[in-house]
């Protein structure tokens, strides 16, 4: 079975919620600060769309694609935090990943 591995890395960012993981639309995991989970594909896919979003954050990431074997790491903003509202209207992500082999 084809797997992904996601691994929260948003230092204090947001430290007290989780972050909700989806995976082709659907939430599939809530990861705690520095939390990795190993996740597996959808049957008979090896690669997926992925993106994150926190309970309270004003946006989600940008949606990535995840291939079979690579880990996404979840990263944050600290200048989206100090921006605020401004920050959605500037159009910085609150969260982002980084895709790697």
Request: hydrophobic letters at 45%; aromatic letters at 4%.
């Amino acid at each position: 079975m084809s797997e992904i591995t996601v691994s929260r890395q948003t230092g204090l960012v947001g430290v007290l919620m989780k972050v909700n993981v989806y995976i082709n639309g659907e939430c599939v995991a809530n990861l705690s600060k520095d939390e990795t989970v190993t996740l597996p594909l959808p049957e008979g896919l090896d690669m997926v769309k992925l993106y994150v979003d926190q309970r309270g954050a004003f946006t989600r990431s940008k949606e990535v694609i995840v291939k079979a074997g690579q880990t996404a790491v979840i990263k944050a903003s600290a200048m989206k935090t100090l921006l605020g509202i401004f920050g959605k209207i500037l159009g910085i992500p609150y969260l982002s990943i980084e895709v790697t082999d």
